[in-house]
Each structure stands twice: as structure tokens, then as C-alpha cells.
Nanobody
Framework: QVQLVESGGGLVLAGGSLRLSCAASGRTISTYAMAWFRQAPGKEREFVAAISWGGGTTSDPDSVKGRFTISRDNAKNAVYLQMNSLKPEDTAVYYC?????????????????WGQGTQVTVSS
């Protein structure tokens, strides 16, 4: 079993930056694919970014491409999401998730473990 805890969310002005962290415990996540999803009020949970177990595969949708960067530090059993040039449309609860297969996916139901989420609010 793996527990995931997100942190780093908060309030920020448009154009600002935040760095989200996801700390894993229970087991090592070094061989898992990791991803970030987000969910805004009244909207479905959407894919943000992912990284494979080897750290060399990432996926960024057009909505965040060029602004968000996912990374991992297996020694710390953690993953991160650096968010720059934030927009009000980025306001959502951000979730960290892990997939045991090690292969990233855009589908929520293909991930095995989920964190509780951290709120990101971007004001204009």
C-alpha cells in the first residue's frame, strides 16, 4: 500500500508560481508512473502531467504545456509539479497519483493510489 500526501498549494496572483510536492510513504514509488490531475468545481477531473518510472517520459496537455513541469526524486520518494505563469483557469484541487505498471496514462481509472489533493487558487 502506498500513501500519497500533496502539499504546496495555496493562494497566488495570476502570473505567479507554485511548486506542489507529493510525498509517498508505505512503499517505494521508484518503479511507478506518477501523475498530477486536477479538478475544478463543476468540472471533471482532468489530466495535467505524468512521468514514467524511468523519469524520461512526460506528457503535458495544451492547457499547461510550457508552464508546468513534473519531476521526481526517487531518493526522497517524492514527485513535484512546478507551476509557472499561473492563470485563474488553473484554480482547482490538484491530486497526485501513482500507477504500479510504471507506464503513464491520461485515464484516472488506470491509477492505483491517490492523494487527498491540495487546493490551488489563482486570483486576477
Amino acid at each position: 500500500q502506498v500513501q500519497l500526501v500533496e502539499s504546496g498549494g495555496g493562494l497566488v496572483l495570476a502570473g505567479g508560481s507554485l511548486r506542489l510536492s507529493c510525498a509517498a510513504s508505505g512503499r517505494t514509488i521508484s518503479t511507478y508512473a506518477m501523475a498530477w490531475f486536477r479538478q475544478a468545481p463543476g468540472k471533471e477531473r482532468e489530466f495535467v502531467a505524468a512521468i514514467s518510472w524511468g523519469g524520461g517520459t512526460t506528457s503535458d496537455p495544451d492547457s499547461v504545456k510550457g508552464r508546468f513541469t513534473i519531476s521526481r526524486d526517487n531518493a526522497k520518494n517524492a514527485v513535484y509539479l512546478q507551476m509557472n505563469s499561473l492563470k485563474p483557469e488553473d484554480t482547482a484541487v490538484y491530486y497526485c497519483t501513482a500507477r504500479r505498471s510504471g507506464i503513464w496514462s491520461r485515464k484516472t481509472y488506470e491509477y492505483d493510489y491517490w492523494g487527498q489533493g491540495t487546493q490551488v487558487t489563482v486570483s486576477s
